[in-house]
């Protein structure tokens, strides 16, 4: 008789770095009887070739799910420990529960089964690659639809990042609710800014 495989999910975050939007966790459990061809760190790949691999994941994979840990848990919390909550979230709400999980990077959340943290696991172990990229999509499509609740600061283009725009855009219009308050260009700003603009702060 042979033996059943482990159930063993990866997990990954995306959106440590933006100051604006929340952070996206996902968790997934692959099919070893059904391997999806060019898994890897969703960063490594274009737009498209991650719209493809998501509708493959979500396919074929045995479960998967995508969690969030929203502005206020980051500023909270601050973003370690809300990206680890999200991908807390993302493993509860698996259809079926791993009896492994790998995580990337080198923190792991508390989850009740034996797991490992694994630096550049979105690289080398397909189920973290298979997540990240369902971490990254789920969280780009939100940014896109947050440029229509707060139009003007270039959401769809930069994804909440720290670019030259996206500061400019701060710096012009103020922050606004989708932005994290601790992170140091918005905290710097609201420490600044007379009562005009903090209109922004509402949707």
């Known amino acids: ?7 063993i999910a990866g997990v990954d975050e995306a959106g440590r ?6 952070v996206s966790a996902a968790a997934v459990i692959l099919d070893p009887a059904c391997p999806i061809s060019g898994l890897d760190d969703s960063k490594k ?6 719209a493809t691999l998501e509708r493959a994941i979500q396919e074929h994979a045995l479960a998967w799910a995508v969690a969030w ?8 919390l601050n ?5 680890l909550l999200a991908m807390q979230r993302a493993v509860a ?9 790998l995580v990337d990077g080198n923190r792991c959340p508390d989850f009740a089964v034996e797991t490992q943290a694994i630096i550049g696991g979105d690289g080398l172990v397909p189920a973290i690659g298979a997540a990240s990229i369902l971490a990254k999509v789920a969280r780009d499509r939100l940014m896109v639809q947050m440029e229509q609740d707060f139009p003007g600061y270039g959401f769809v283009g ?6 030259r725009a996206h ?13 994290r308050r601790s992170f140091g260009p918005v905290r710097a700003l609201l420490e600044s800014t007379t009562g005009g603009m903090m209109h922004r702060l509402t949707p």
Request: include cysteine; charged fraction near 25%; aromatic fraction near 2%.
């Open 93 to 101: 709400a698996l259809p079926i529960q791993p009896e492994r999980i």
């Open 1 to 7: 008789m042979t033996e059943r495989a482990l159930l």
């Open 45 to 50: 790949l274009s737009p498209a070739r991650r």
């Open 158 to 163: 930069h994804k909440g990042y720290p670019t």
């Open 79 to 83: 973003i370690l420990h809300a990206s």
């Open 69 to 76: 840990a929203s502005v206020e848990e980051i500023d909270r």
């Open 167 to 179: 500061l400019e855009a701060l710096r012009r219009l103020g922050p606004c609710a989708a932005h």
């Open 17 to 22: 770095g933006p100051l604006a939007g929340p």
